[in-house]
Every structure is written in structure tokens, then in C-alpha cells.
């Protein structure tokens, strides 16, 4: 089984010193998902101008069904200007009030949504009220029929506080974060940061009953953890052109893998070896 996947969120255009790449976080994670061969409906919003008819070629390019990406012609497609230092790793100027804080739920989502295998959302998709508002029906309406609700963390500051940090990990069954971020997920939810990760990990996890939570540590890896077990996996060598889409392609890994039911250690050495793999070209998709 492939899997049906609905991802939810910010699907914009990474304005790099060079020219522009298609971006987001949310969208990256869906083309990389069809890339793995899941059936994936990215459900967002863009513009009506060049660069919206732009996204959703791309979107179709990498098998991205695009029938909930809404045009709306009072919004502009969402830009983000990008920054890569001498090692890879990226920083972000997030353009405000996009296309993709205003689209709206409705009935086709709400079908597509039951029909799911699994779906997927961030923390940056939230930023709008109804974008927000539409993520929470459709992680509970997920969570009511039994349907893989994965979180990807993605803290972009200032767009989330401690209440969007809290309320994402009840919504999900699977939650995702890098070792960045453990610091300021643990302070969201009161848990003490310890000097050994996998207790404040498991803290995480038994807090919000989790079914999956994985912490990715860059070029160390990821561990992996579940109510009765904790798997690490070692970093993956590569050749680091850019960091940009590689936890992105990584949680697109670990989701198909969950949903074939992999052994966990075989889904993490995957995860981390597509991840890898992102790392050695420019673009947070290939071409």
C-alpha cells in the first residue's frame, strides 16, 4: 500500500540569492511523498498570478494532486527570502499574509480527509485563523476515524507561541522535531529539559500519549521513540550542498514508512538516508 496522504499548509516560492525555488515546508514534504510513491493531495493556497500557476506546476510535476489548492486572487502566492551560510544551513525572511493563510475548509477537504491513509501539518500552516481552523478540523476528524495525524514541527519564529506549540501535539499521533527545537517544545509544555534528550523525549511522549515521536540531530542522525521502545540511528554521509527540504524529504520517509508498517529501524535509516540525499543538491526538491 502507497498510502493517501493530505498535507496541509504553507506552499510558497524560497527566493535564494540566486533565483527562486519552490518552498514550503508543507509542499516540500508533499512532493517528496509522491516522489516516494504515496498518493498526496497538497491542500493550500495560492495566487492567481504567474507565480501561483507556477507552484502548482510544480506541485504536478512531482505527482502532487492539486485539486484542494485553492486560487485566491486577493492573496499573493507566499515568498520566503533565503539566506544559506558556508555550511548549508539556512535562514528565512517569511513574507506575511500570503495566499496560504486564507484558504478555507469545505466539503471536498472533509472528504478527502476521511478517505486518508495520513495526514501531515506544520506549525507555520497555522498562522492564519482560518488555515488554523481548518487544520484543527481536520487532525480531529483524523483522530475520530483512526487516520496517522504527523506533526513536523518547523518553528519559524515569530509565527507560533507556546499555545500552536501544545494544542499541534494533541492534534497528532506522530510528532517530529529536530534537536533544535527540543529546548522550545519542552518550555511550551512545562516538561524539564534534561541532560539526556531521550528522557525529555519520553516525557514528550508520554504527556500527549503519542503513538511516534522522532527527534532528527542533523549530521548525528535521529532516534525514534514509542511507548515501549527507543531506536537511534547514526548520521548518513553527504556531500552538504544545502540543508534546505532535507527534514522535509526526511518526514515524507518516515511517514510511508509507518504506513507500510516497516521495522523502526528500518524506517529511520531510510528516512535519513533520502534526507541525505536532499542534502547533496540545491533545492529543497529536485528537479
Same mark, same amino acid.
Given at each position: 500500500m502507497a498510502g493517501r496522504i493530505l498535507s496541509f499548509g504553507d506552499m510558497l516560492w524560497d527566493l535564494f540569492p540566486e533565483g527562486p525555488r519552490f518552498g514550503g515546508a508543507p509542499g516540500n514534504y508533499a512532493c517528496h511523498a509522491a516522489r516516494l510513491g504515496g498518493e498526496v493531495y497538497m491542500v493550500s493556497g495560492v495566487g492567481t498570478g504567474e507565480r501561483g500557476t507556477a507552484a502548482l506546476a510544480v506541485l504536478k510535476s512531482q505527482g502532487v494532486k492539486d485539486d484542494l489548492v485553492q486560487r485566491l486572487g486577493d492573496y499573493p502566492t507566499g515568498i520566503? !527570502?533565503?539566506e544559506v551560510d558556508e555550511g548549508g544551513?539556512? !535562514?528565512?525572511e517569511i513574507g506575511k499574509d500570503a *495566499?496560504?493563510?486564507?484558504?478555507?475548509?469545505?466539503? !471536498?477537504i472533509e472528504e478527502k480527509v476521511r478517505g486518508a491513509d495520513a495526514v501531515c501539518f506544520g506549525t507555520l500552516g497555522q498562522r492564519g485563523q482560518s488555515p488554523r481552523a481548518g487544520i484543527r478540523k481536520a487532525m480531529q476528524? *483524523?483522530?475520530d476515524e483512526g487516520i496517522m495525524r504527523v506533526?513536523?514541527?518547523?518553528?519559524?519564529p515569530p509565527f507560533f507561541d507556546d499555545a500552536v506549540?501544545?494544542?499541534s501535539l494533541a492534534l497528532c499521533s506522530v510528532y517530529k522535531l529536530s534537536d533544535d527545537e527540543l529546548e522550545r517544545v519542552c518550555q511550551a509544555c512545562g516538561i524539564p529539559l534534561s541532560d539526556d534528550p531521550l528522557q525529555s523525549l519520553r516525557a514528550i511522549l508520554e504527556k500527549y *500519549?503519542?503513538?511516534v515521536l522522532v527527534m532528527t540531530k542533523g549530521a548525528e542522525g535521529a532516534v525514534l521513540l514509542t511507548s515501549d521502545s527507543t531506536h537511534e540511528q547514526p548520521g548518513v554521509k553527504a556531500t552538504i550542498v544545502d540543508t534546505v527540504g532535507a527534514g522535509d524529504s526526511f518526514t515524507a520517509a518516515l511517514t510511508l514508512g509507518l504506513l507500510r508498517k516497516d521495522p523502526f529501524p528500518e524506517i529511520l535509516s531510510n528516512a535519513c538516508e533520502v534526507a541525505a540525499q536532499v542534502c547533496s543538491h540545491a533545492g529543497a526538491v529536485p528537479a
Open positions: 520566503v !527570502t533565503v544551513k539556512p !535562514t528565512f *495566499a496560504w493563510d486564507h484558504w478555507e475548509w469545505n466539503q !471536498t476528524l *483524523a483522530k506533526h513536523d514541527v518547523n518553528l519559524r506549540i501544545r494544542d *500519549a503519542l503513538e
